[in-house]
């Protein structure tokens, strides 16, 4: 009579047992899910927005779920954190389908049909794959020991990590051991497929274990196992194995926004049409973020992947974004409800470059910077901000332009190109460095000669340009913002504007990414895009140099709006480029982002020093930029550091005009 494959689960437990193990599951899952439900309730959360948010958006959750909870998409980009969160993530998933097989199999039909499905070739490779779990997730928990015992990476190790870890391990090697000794006590030829437990069941026999002293042995052991598991699980809402409930949610309800965008509390024609000014723009308390912000902040994991990313944390200042979300949600949970002081100090709001570093580190998908951004604009509110501040966004209102010089001063650059006139519908953005600051004004004049040459049609719109508003809303000005962009919309439609091409990162953003929801449907291009199509079409010729170039990637070209190449194509045809450490979206601030240009920020180190050595380090002659805010840090950081000597600072359109071949 051949032998039946088949599993011997839970041979040696009583019934009586098993009824208790059930009660106490189905309750366990219970406390654990109210508990989940009370904390969302408490942070004034209700899952009726999020169920209808699925609802509408299943495609979206669904991808999103996948692409980052499942795939763990971002977590990936770190080699050894990813390989660790992908074993422990995908070892404890196969268990968990494993012992849910087993309750299928043993539990539900066998007693109602009277056959299990753990039998034959299923339960071989049923076995191969719950052994494979159990070593894959015991391998991601002793790397995750050793990434913080280690200590190389910054990481807020507290004691309940180690505590997690070890218990997390202690319930593998329990369920290896039980079926080690199951093996041992019930052996047969195909448990061989079972590649981990059954050398394991040799140390019984070498114990020379009676089988009832094994059958003793192996019920208290399942009942220790089962212990494990049920502690582990009613703690699992308040430890931080709860980001596994958490930042699922978080993830499949985020928002599909820009990048580049900021929210809009109100929008200013219309107020203006209707007469309502009645509307509140930014957070006081935690209880006036959007519901999004409050997901996003209980979905935190605390990994502080954002904290070592952020310039401002490098550069000494308070700000930090991963205590600034740990903040957020202690608030939620604690009712202590004021953002500023509680959450995040004056300072730390205006430290935020809006980089964004933050926000392409986070593996759940949280957004860090834009709970500062919503504090400054309560802050602009409560007129709670610098004398420079002030000044910049006077300026803004009188003149229409920070430097607060005459708009008239924009024409001065109609000597170098025509004004914008009928037949053209294409315009270079000076911006405001390029027309009012001596060093960007060279750049722009350069770009405009560049533009010429290679034969491309476009006009200056001169004092009829104003300041795109992008840096007085990332200061929490919105309404300065709007009106300013009320302003240009204006001009765009009078001269039928349908392209636009830009030095500035932050105006190109603007017009990208904010300004289509006030209208403006023209095509927006940086002029590393434009110079670089004129050089590939062969309009614009240069010569290669045997001098070495590294390039500094513009936060809110590259990282906020994707664009890497055209920079190093131009760069590469010029010079040989040599790329720093931390490039394309890894690409560290060159510190005068979100205002930060304009005004003092207490901190022990500048941003700009900190970018210029890691240039350096790279033996570069040359430091190419693409950004007028970058060419100003950066070379402000060159001067006082004294290395203008060892390192230039060319923007593109510079590095072009000096290599052209005429």
């Known amino acids: 009579m051949s032998t039946v494959i088949t599993s011997p689960t839970l041979l040696f437990i009583p019934q009586s047992e098993l009824i208790a193990d059930y009660v ?130 910054p990481l807020d190790t507290i004691t309940q990590d180690f505590i997690l870890i070890g218990v997390y391990f202690i319930l593998a090697l329990e369920g290896f051991f039980l079926g080690a000794l199951k093996i041992y006590l019930y052996r047969q030829s195909f448990d061989s497929y079972r590649f981990v437990e059954w050398p394991l069941s040799y140390i019984f026999q070498y114990m020379n274990l009676s089988a009832s002293s094994g059958i003793e042995a192996y019920r208290i052991f399942w009942f220790v196992h089962i212990a494990t598991a049920f502690a582990l699980a009613v703690y699992i809402p308040f430890s931080k194995l709860s980001h596994m ?39 006081k308390t935690v209880l006036d973020l959007s519901y999004f912000q409050k997901v996003d902040a209980i979905a935190c994991t605390n990994c502080g992947r954002c904290e070592r990313a952020c310039p401002a944390v490098a550069s000494g200042t308070d700000l930090d974004p991963r205590v600034v979300v740990q903040n957020v949600q202690r608030a939620l949970w604690n009712g202590n409800t004021d953002l500023v002081g509680n959450v995040i100090s004056e ?42 501040t002030s000044s910049y966004l006077n300026n803004l209102g009188n003149t229409q332009n920070p430097y607060g010089g005459s708009n008239a001063d924009r024409d001065k650059l109609l000597e170098y190109a025509p004004k914008i006139s009928e037949g053209t519908d294409t315009i270079y953005w000076v911006g405001c460095m390029g027309a009012f600051d001596p060093r960007y004004n060279k750049t722009a004049r350069d770009v405009i000669e560049l533009l010429k040459k290679g034969g491309v049609n476009f006009g200056l719109l001169g004092s009829e340009e104003k300041c795109t508003g992008e840096t007085a809303r990332r200061m929490g000005e919105e309404g300065r913002f709007q009106e300013l962009v009320l302003q240009n919309m204006e001009t765009f439609e009078k001269h039928g504007i349908k392209n636009i091409i830009t030095s500035c990162p932050h105006c190109m953003n603007t017009f990208r990414n904010e300004y289509p929801k006030f209208g403006l449907k023209a095509k927006v291009m940086h002029h590393s895009e434009a110079l670089s199509n004129l050089l590939n079409e062969g309009k614009l010729k240069v010569k290669k140099t045997e001098e070495t170039a590294t390039l500094h990637d513009p936060c809110y070209l590259g990282r906020i709006n994707g664009e890497y190449d055209n920079t190093r194509s131009i760069v590469s045809s010029t010079s040989n ?86």
């Not at 928002?255 to 723009?281: H, Y």
Request: proline share 2%; with cysteine; hydrophobic share 45%.
């Open 24 to 153: 106490l599951s189905f309750a366990a899952v219970i406390f654990v899910f109210a508990e989940f439900y009370l904390r969302y309730r408490k942070a004034g959360l209700k899952f009726r927005p999020s169920i209808l948010f699925v609802i509408r958006n299943w495609r979206r959750f669904v991808s999103q779920a996948l692409n980052y909870g499942a795939f763990h998409r971002k977590n990936v980009k770190n080699r050894y954190a990813g390989i660790m969160h992908l074993m422990i993530a995908y070892g404890t998933l196969i268990l968990f389908i494993a012992t849910s097989l087993i309750a299928l199999s043993h539990d539900i039909l066998k007693p109602t049909l009277g056959f299990g499905i753990l039998t034959g070739t299923f339960y071989l490779n049923f076995e191969v794959w719950a052994n494979f779990g159990g070593l894959l997730l015991m391998a991601g928990l002793v790397m995750a020991m050793w990434r913080r015992v280690r200590k190389k990476i």
């Open 245 to 283: 409930f958490y930042s699922l949610v978080g993830i499949g309800v985020h928002q599909d926004k820009k990048r580049g965008e900021m929210s809009t509390p109100f929008v200013l024609s219309e107020a203006l049409e209707s007469g309502n000014f009645d509307f509140k723009v930014g957070s």
């Open 347 to 388: 300072n730390a709001a205006w430290s935020c470059t809006t980089c964004q570093a933050c926000v392409e580190e986070c593996p759940v998908l949280i957004d860090p910077h834009s709970y500062n951004l919503e504090v400054r604009r309560n802050l602009v509110m409560e007129n709670r901000f610098s004398k420079e």
């Open 577 to 662: 480029l040599k790329e720093m450490e931390k490039s394309r979206e890894k690409s560290f601030c060159c510190g005068g982002g979100g205002g930060n240009f304009w005004y003092k920020v207490e901190k022990e180190d500048s941003i700009s020093k900190i970018r210029m050595k890691q240039a350096l380090d790279t033996g570069a002659s040359t430091l190419a930029v693409a950004c007028p805010f970058c060419t100003a840090m950066l070379e402000d950081a060159g001067r006082t550091m004294s290395v203008e000597d060892k390192i230039k600072v060319r923007d593109i359109a510079e590095l072009i005009k000096e290599n052209l071949v005429e």
